[in-house]
């Protein structure tokens, strides 16, 4: 410590031990926050069509669509440290060998910030459950909008408490498909919901359907089993029943989608 | 002049402290940085946000710097002062040195 130098070099080294420390302690104080989690879910209507899924699918398939009611508090989720929160909803439905472990695909997801994550364009929006649209804020200057933008979204301009859900006959995100191209007459379907847990430092966290210290056991979050219906059981399929959720990720190729635009063909 | 200038700015780079000082400056870095990570937790927690932890930390650690770094005038209050001129050959018998427990001088 005799030089300015030694000095400069001393403190800096025993900063990094201190930050890393702090870090650490931060992380653990996760697993002291309590968490109650629950969630229930109910099927709306399933439905099963044989067609082209993606504009790039290559062949027909058998893809399903499925709505669903989801009524969640997730609110305890977010602690101090949580930085958001990707919550996603999966169809689970037993593969065609026995001997296979179930299938699993998909359906639904979102990405719930936390009130210290700056505003991203990915954030969810809860949609209004009276007008089924997202809620229109009020509207602000162009300054003050791109001003807000950096900033995270402040509670009151949230229809719910934040990590509350309330969606009503909920359209998918995406259809799903099988591997083996067939999904008609299965058996034994259940929605479940899943999430992780996106902290500001320490360890990325996982649905725990199991109690531990401090966090109970997720209650519900999974549907009653269903079966997917065979084609051609209802007579005529509206397309609007089969369009899916544009989350804010930018748009997605999808059927009902947009479509590249293609050269007109020469004939 | 232009050698007593470089000197000068040499000294003011290098930041000699004494002895005392870089004991002292040892203790104030662990208590300032330790104290600082403490109180940074204890912030956030309190007001359930981690940005102020993060700032508390850092403050924290930007005072250290500033208390530590600089040659302060509290960390040269006891400097090890020169033996005295060596004129004569007997001028420093009077004077026991030690070096390794032996006897020189």
Same mark, same amino acid.
């Given at each position: 410590?005799?030089?300015?130098?030694?000095?400069?070099?001393?403190?800096?080294?025993?900063?990094?031990?201190?930050?890393?420390?702090?870090?650490?302690?931060?992380?653990?104080?996760?697993?002291?926050?309590?968490?109650?989690?629950?969630?229930?879910?109910?099927?709306?209507?399933?439905?099963?069509?044989?067609?082209?899924?993606?504009?790039?699918?290559?062949?027909?398939?058998?893809?399903?669509?499925?709505?669903?009611?989801?009524?969640?508090?997730?609110?305890?989720?977010?602690?101090?440290?949580?930085?958001?929160?990707?919550?996603?909803?999966?169809?689970?439905?037993?593969?065609?060998?026995?001997?296979?472990?179930?299938?699993?695909?998909?359906?639904?997801?979102?990405?719930?910030?936390?009130?210290?994550?700056?505003?991203?364009?990915?954030?969810?929006?809860?949609?209004?459950?009276?007008?089924?649209?997202?809620?229109?804020?009020?509207?602000?200057?162009?300054?003050?909008?791109?001003?807000?933008?950096?900033?995270?979204?402040?509670?009151?301009?949230?229809?719910?408490?934040?990590?509350?859900?309330?969606?009503?006959?909920?359209?998918?995100?995406?259809?799903?498909?099988?591997?083996?191209?067939?999904?008609?007459?299965?058996?034994?379907?259940?929605?479940?919901?899943?999430?992780?847990?996106?902290?500001?430092?320490?360890?990325?966290?996982?649905?725990?359907?199991?109690?531990?210290?401090?966090?109970?056991?997720?209650?519900?979050?999974?549907?009653?089993?269903?079966?997917?219906?065979?084609?051609?059981?209802?007579?005529?399929?509206?397309?609007?029943?089969?369009?899916?959720?544009?989350?804010?990720?930018?748009?997605?190729?999808?059927?009902?989608?947009?479509?590249?635009?293609?050269?007109?063909?020469?004939? | 002049?232009?050698?007593?200038?470089?000197?000068? !700015?040499?000294?003011?780079?290098?930041?000699?402290?004494?002895?005392?000082?870089?004991?002292?400056?040892?203790?104030?870095?662990?208590?300032?940085?330790?104290?600082?990570?403490?109180?940074?937790?204890? *912030?956030?927690?309190?007001?359930?946000?981690?940005?102020?932890?993060?700032? !508390?930390?850092?403050?924290?650690?930007?005072?250290?710097?500033?208390?530590?770094?600089?040659?302060?005038?509290?960390?040269?209050?006891?400097?090890?002062?020169?033996?005295?001129?060596?004129?004569?050959?007997?001028?420093?018998?009077?004077?026991?040195?030690?070096?390794?427990?032996?006897? *020189?001088?």
């Amino acid at each position: 410590m005799h030089s300015a130098l030694v000095r400069l070099q001393n403190v800096f080294g025993f900063f990094t031990t201190v930050a890393f420390s702090v870090a650490a302690v931060i992380a653990l104080s996760s697993f002291i926050s309590p968490q109650t989690p629950n969630a229930s879910i109910q099927l709306r209507n399933v439905q099963v069509v044989k067609g082209r899924p993606h504009y790039y699918s290559y062949k027909k398939e058998e893809y399903a669509n499925i709505r669903f009611d989801l009524d969640a508090d997730f609110t305890t989720l977010f602690n101090w440290n949580t930085k958001q929160v990707f919550l996603y909803l999966k169809a689970v439905y037993p593969s065609s060998s026995a001997s296979e472990p179930a299938s699993e695909a998909i359906i639904w997801d979102a990405i719930l910030a936390s009130r210290t994550a700056p505003w991203h364009t990915n954030h969810y929006i809860h949609p209004d459950p009276k007008s089924g649209k997202k809620k229109v804020l009020p509207k602000k200057s162009k300054k003050a909008q791109a001003a807000s933008k950096t900033k995270p979204t402040p509670d009151d301009d949230l229809l719910f408490p934040r990590g509350e859900l309330h969606l009503n006959n909920q359209r998918p995100k995406y259809q799903i498909t099988d591997i083996t191209g067939k999904l008609q007459n299965k058996n034994n379907v259940t929605l479940e919901i899943g999430w992780n847990i996106q902290p500001w430092v320490g360890a990325l966290t996982w649905t725990n359907w199991q109690k531990l210290g401090a966090w109970e056991a997720l209650k519900g979050g999974r549907s009653e089993a269903f079966e997917f219906p065979e084609i051609g059981a209802k007579k005529k399929v509206d397309k609007k029943e089969l369009e899916t959720e544009k989350g804010g990720e930018g748009y997605r190729l999808e059927v009902g989608g947009e479509q590249p635009i293609r050269k007109p063909s020469k004939v | 002049m232009s050698d007593q200038l470089l000197e000068q !700015v040499r000294d003011a780079v290098e930041g000699q402290i004494d002895f005392e000082g870089q004991r002292l400056a040892e203790m104030l870095t662990t208590v300032l940085l330790g104290a600082a990570g403490i109180i940074a937790f204890f *912030v956030g927690y309190v007001t359930q946000d981690i940005r102020l932890s993060l700032y !508390v930390g850092l403050a924290g650690t930007a005072l250290t710097f500033l208390v530590i770094v600089p040659p302060w005038p509290f960390y040269n209050k006891n400097p090890e002062g020169w033996l005295p001129a060596r004129n004569a050959t007997t001028a420093t018998s009077h004077l026991n040195i030690d070096v390794d427990g032996k006897k *020189v001088g």
